[in-house]
């Protein structure tokens, strides 16, 4: 319980799609906030896309037009859908959300333990 698990990362080509998954591993009440964040070799882990509770999202200027970050309240799921992928793109993506484990509780923090995503040129 409290665990998130991410899926969908691969190896594509550029200027393929790629459709990323963050879900809690066992039965919570709800997710709060969740952003997606990616971290490529010999560089800081930066913020990608991130959405409210409310729906509100928010993009990194590289990736603005590109992904699209949703969720699915009824699946406690939030997704990623990346397309026209670069090179650039390259990097472990790791999902960070506030989940509240019971009715009443107190939000609280997680990270995933990431997934890889590959573009070729």
Do not use: H
Not at 65 to 81: C, E, H, P, W
């Amino acid at each position: 319980q409290g665990q998130l698990v991410e899926s969908g990362g691969g190896l594509v080509q550029a200027g393929g799609s790629l459709r990323l998954s963050c879900a809690p591993s066992g039965s919570i009440f709800r997710v709060d906030a969740v952003g997606w964040y990616r971290q490529a070799p010999g560089k800081q882990r930066e913020l990608v896309a991130r959405i409210t509770s409310g729906g509100s999202t928010s993009y990194a200027d590289s990736v603005k037009g590109r992904f699209t970050i949703s969720r699915d309240n009824a699946k406690n799921t939030v997704y990623l859908q990346m397309n026209s992928l670069e090179p650039e793109d390259t990097a472990i993506y790791y999902c960070n959300a506030d989940l509240r484990l019971s009715r009443g509780s107190f939000p609280r923090n997680y990270w995933g333990q990431g997934t890889q995503v590959t573009v070729s040129s």
